[in-house]
């Protein structure tokens, strides 16, 4: 029987070009597996540039531009890393607006590796416990969270993992969390 607990849950997945490749493709693959309605939301139409590591992966189809997009439309939002996407997405004041009104509404988020930069910029990790990449450690500190060095670690809705070798746990916890809805 196929897994439905995300059946009628619609997903942003927030990305632009310089994302890691297998942390957007992997967390839209689980999302869809359990039933979500996922759209990949970028500041730029057409396609993003893909990363594996430092080297070009693959494109992926945007399917709503960032300025057509409304967090209300939405019950989740996932933020892949890679270095170069969260960089570019934090001086994207509409992106930052975008991430902080998921925060702001209690609505749960899916942050891996340089993803949780984001977070930062919209105010979001304030007291929050929380992992990431490790040289991220500093910033999440100084920012108000708790940072922790694990697979991956669930607060209240906000589910963070430092790496693609964490990508199973995340995938498991982030479908998860979804399904609870709103914390």
């Known amino acids: 029987m196929a897994d439905a607990r995300l059946q009628g849950r619609k997903v942003a997945v927030l990305a632009t070009d310089g994302f890691e490749q297998v942390e957007l493709t992997k967390p839209v ?32 189809a945007v399917d ?3 300025a057509q997009a409304n967090a209300s439309d939405y019950d989740a939002i996932v933020l892949p890393g890679g270095v170069i996407n969260p960089d570019q997405l934090r001086l994207e004041p509409k992106a930052i607006d975008f991430i902080r009104a998921f925060a702001e ?11 949780p930069w984001t977070l930062i910029n919209a105010e979001a990790v304030d007291g929050r416990r929380m992992t990431s990449w490790p040289s991220l450690e500093a910033d999440l500190k100084n920012a108000g969270a708790d940072w922790v060095d694990e697979e991956v ?27 609870e809805g709103r914390h």
């Open 29 to 60: 693959e689980a999302l869809k597996a359990a039933g979500a309605q996922v759209e990949v939301v970028s500041p730029k139409a057409g396609e993003i540039q893909g990363y594996n590591h430092h080297d070009k992966g693959d494109t992926v």
């Open 64 to 66: 709503r531009e960032l």
């Open 153 to 179: 670690v669930v607060d209240d809705g906000l589910v963070t993992s430092r790496n693609p070798d964490d990508l199973p746990a995340f995938c498991a916890k982030m479908v998860e969390e979804f399904a």
């Open 105 to 115: 509404a209690k609505k749960p988020i899916a942050a891996i590796c340089h993803g």
